[in-house]
């Protein structure tokens, strides 16, 4: 796409490397951009550095935080010794909106993918055995998506974890609650029915 | 969405006022920054800044442009007579794609529509009538996009253009070339059929 501006090309160029964003959907966006009032395009870009220049990660679970010490790993309500180990914020937000997990996370920042050049020293991995070695833990879940990737650094970890004296548990895959039989992948309806529950378990949760 | 940063939520925010971003896209998105270098995020913020307080449109047609007069408008191979209506620089980059099109181009900048409270005094509409009243214009086409909004700016224009010995026209509605008759929504096909052609010209065009 040949632009008749090189400004205007810039912006595009700029935004079209976000993910999810092609040169048509950015050329959109700047033209939106344009006629919206110059603050708006400042407020954007302002918060844009501001986030990336000062963002700061919680020291001990290493998810996005304002504070040095996170609020859920600073609240004397949640039970250290479990940590779920996720792979980024969202997935925080996500286990918390369920309001059923009483434990901490420990945030990875991504998961193990050779391909886009991510290795276990990019992520929060040598960490997390620390912890596990210099503080109380009894039990760690894996909560990672289930992808090659996910599987990947599950597995790295656990062969990290292995000697220790603790429990490792992954949250359970199986059909979503309301959802049809029938409709389901073979993967997940078989892996549900290998990993089938003690009906009294399934009534009391 | 709760967010446990302040600085996060305040780019989610502002990026979630693009069109067709909401929270949990802008979310992706600015987690996708915090894992690129530094520079990335500067860049990008950099060209929005540029490229809204210092974009420049061209004095003739009104469309984005480096310079005071826009290549097309500048260009001694194009007719100054033969005037083109569209919407934005979009519009132009896809009519100047065919390689049709010898005219030049009035870039109104949107279309009247009172429910955004975009109105003709927004739009370029008076240089419009300005430019046939003081340049030699035979020919006024509207390519603007068939929709109420569309219709009811053609229509304005039209009014305002009515006294003026000027031809007016607007692009042909019809059948996509390639495409099946039966796939064809009822309207385009009814309007492709009134608005027929001589086979000749057809054949030859």
Redesign the interface.
Known sequence: ????????E??V???S?????GKR?A?????????QP?E?????????????????YCTVCY????NQV??ICSSPHRDKSVICVVE???D??AIENTGMFKGVYHVL??KINPIEGIGPAQLQINSLVDKVKKTLVSEIIFALSSTIEGDTTNFYIYKQLQNFDIKTSTIARGIAVGDELEYADEVTLGRSLLQRIPYKTSVNT
Chains 1, 2 share one sequence.
């Open positions: 796409m040949e632009l008749p501006s090189k400004l205007l810039k912006a160029n700029e935004i490397q976000l993910p999810g964003i959907s050329l959109r966006l700047v033209l939106h951009l344009l006629k110059k708006q395009a400042n407020d954007l870009a302002e918060a844009i550095v501001n986030l990336r220049n000062s963002v700061q998810t996005i935080s304002d996170c609020e980024d914020i969202r925080v937000m920042g991504g």
